[in-house]
């Protein structure tokens, strides 16, 4: 079985992670797909992310890192996948995750979304909430993977340089 894991991983934290490490343990071949999404204005360009991705999940051969654009189920279809995985937070992330599933398999009956709950360490987790702590100083060791932690630090540095000229 092909699953898609589909995200922005703006940065990937740990909760990403504990996913992407679940759900390759139930499927032939896991594919992290990083949203390109011209609307956001992300941290970390696609690119990056993608090469983040790749060097935490080196020493998982059955996932494999792609970028998408457009329609998910599109991009599903392109990969050979029947499956969506998508992490599952609080209530409020199953509302949405719910809604997309089936919009998702309005526009294509053949495809299942399996929502995999995050473990309970993570349940506070989010990308936006850790970028808000790292540039504020706060410590998020526990947060992200140490290659995160070294990209955003240099990010970080060079968004402030920039923004002193």
Known sequence: MIAV????FDPTTMGHIDIIDRAS???DRLIV??????SKNPLFTVEERVSQLKEITGHMPMVEIRHFE????NFAKEVGSKVIIRGLRAMTDFEYE???ALTNREMNSDLET???PTSAKYLFLS?????????????????????????L???LRQNQEGSNI
């Open 127 to 151: 990308s936006s909430g850790v970028k808000q702590v790292a540039m504020f100083g706060g410590n998020y060791d526990k947060m992200v993977p140490p290659e995160v932690k070294r990209d």
């Open 70 to 73: 457009g329609l998910l189920v």
């Open 98 to 100: 719910f809604q997309m």
């Open 25 to 27: 343990k139930i499927t």
């Open 33 to 38: 797909a990083v949203l390109a999404n011209p």
């Open 153 to 155: 630090e240099r990010k």
């Open 5 to 8: 894991y589909p995200g922005s």
């Open 114 to 116: 399996l929502l995999i």
